[in-house]
T-cell receptor, first 111, second 115 residues
Framework: LAKTTQPISMDSYEGQEVNITCSHN???????ITWYQQFPSQGPRFIIQ???TKVTNEVASLFIPADRKSSTLSLPRVSLSDTAVYYC????????????FGSGTRLQVQP | KAGVTQTPRYLIKTRGQQVTLSCSPI?????VSWYQQTPGQGLQFLFE???????NKGNFPGRFSGRQFSNSRSEMNVSTLELGDSALYLC??????????????FGPGTRLTVT
């Protein structure tokens, strides 16, 4: 089971780029890397998913190095509304292993 | 398109009782997963159902069970409630079963309090 490690918290200011790194040293060959965002009293919201290299959507970018032992979620020009907990998730390609959400990273964006 | 709905939103039960929670996935989604979220343990995977079959189960006792109906709606049941079962129970749906993708859409959750 691929265990993930993320920083417990991060602080940023509006307009800055935020990079949150997740470590997953024992990721398996066919595992996916997925990131979710969660606001208080709400269910998590899917942000982005990748397998290798770089993935970009309208919200964020995901950078995955060649060894895939870590990944970095990049949020461009954050705003106050990006204050949330961000979870890195590693899931296997069969879906047969129980999913494990890490502790998440609490991002606080200040004006 | 309507999102994932969960009922009830809040529930208070007594130790020893049982509870059934309901989840209606996004139209067209056939995979439904359940999660438990507590301040101490974080987000923990309970199980996934796809086409009425349980595909995967997390590390929870047998008191936690679920089922999925032919219209993809799912129910989760917890029997013989314990104080430690107090949590936010989240349901998530996806188009594909977990493994093909992990893009899930979560509902607002059911806040269960056991007294």
């Amino acid at each position: 089971l691929a265990k993930t490690t993320q920083p417990i918290s991060m602080d940023s200011y509006e307009g800055q780029e935020v990079n949150i790194t997740c470590s997953h040293n024992n990721i398996a060959t066919n595992d996916y890397i997925t990131w979710y965002q969660q606001f208080p009293s709400q269910g998590p919201r899917f942000i982005i998913q990748g397998y290798k290299t770089k993935v970009t959507n309208e919200v964020a970018s995901l950078f995955i190095p060649a060894d895939r032992k870590s990944s970095t979620l990049s949020l461009p020009r954050v705003s106050l509304s990006d204050t949330a907990v961000y979870y890195c998730l590693v899931g296997d390609s069969t879906g047969r292993r129980a999913l494990t959400f890490g502790s998440g990273t609490r991002l606080q964006v200040q004006p | 398109k309507a999102g994932v709905t969960q009922t009830p939103r809040y529930l208070i039960k007594t130790r020893g009782q049982q509870v059934t929670l309901s989840c209606s996935p996004i139209s067209g989604h056939r995979s439904v997963s359940w999660y438990q979220q507590t301040p101490g343990q974080g987000l923990q995977f309970l199980f996934e159902y796809f086409s009425e079959t349980q595909r995967n189960k997390g590390n929870f006792p047998g008191r936690f069970s679920g089922r999925q109906f032919s219209n993809s709606r799912s129910e989760m049941n917890v029997s013989t409630l314990e104080l430690g079962d107090s949590a936010l129970y989240l349901c998530a749906s996806s188009l594909e079963p977990l493994g093909r993708a992990y893009e899930q859409y979560f509902g607002p959750g059911t806040r269960l309090t056991v007294t």
